[in-house]
Nanobody, 127 residues
Framework: VQLQASGGGLVQAGASLRLSCAASGVVYSSYVMGWFRQAPGKEREFVAAIKWRDNNKKYVDSVKGRFTISRDAAKNTVYLQMNSLKPEDTAVYYC?????????????????????WGQGTLVTVSS
């Protein structure tokens, strides 16, 4: 599957943005889609993930209550709605895909778990 991320931009603190990740090719119900981000000089970190089959979701603690991951199966698209943005959310955001996850609730997503990646979209939050 190929992934195309979009929706980044420059916003002020407190604003909202919605990122989109369109998947081309077959998206199997067993897939897990994720969003990661990478700030300058930092490692790529997990942000949110969603199971395609049952819509189960998980988030990094720093975005809980502010970000929402969702998917539109008809459009093969995953979204990341980001509200109450903070300067520390500034990063390049990447969408990614992996196969089935066993033990969803115990699993903490790592970038190395995901095999397909989009090109990244830059989100800059000014204070």
């Amino acid at each position: 599957v190929q992934l195309q991320a979009s929706g980044g931009g420059l916003v002020q603190a407190g604003a909202s943005l919605r990122l989109s990740c369109a998947a081309s090719g077959v998206v199997y119900s067993s897939y897990v889609m994720g969003w990661f981000r990478q700030a300058p000089g930092k490692e790529r970190e997990f942000v949110a993930a969603i199971k395609w089959r049952d819509n189960n979701k998980k988030y990094v603690d720093s975005v809980k209550g502010r970000f929402t991951i969702s998917r539109d199966a008809a459009k093969n698209t995953v979204y990341l709605q980001m509200n109450s943005l903070k300067p520390e959310d500034t990063a390049v955001y990447y969408c990614a895909q992996k196969g089935q996850v066993d033990g969803w609730y115990a699993w903490y997503p790592s970038a190395t778990d995901f095999g397909s990646w989009g090109q990244g979209t830059l989100v800059t939050v000014s204070s």
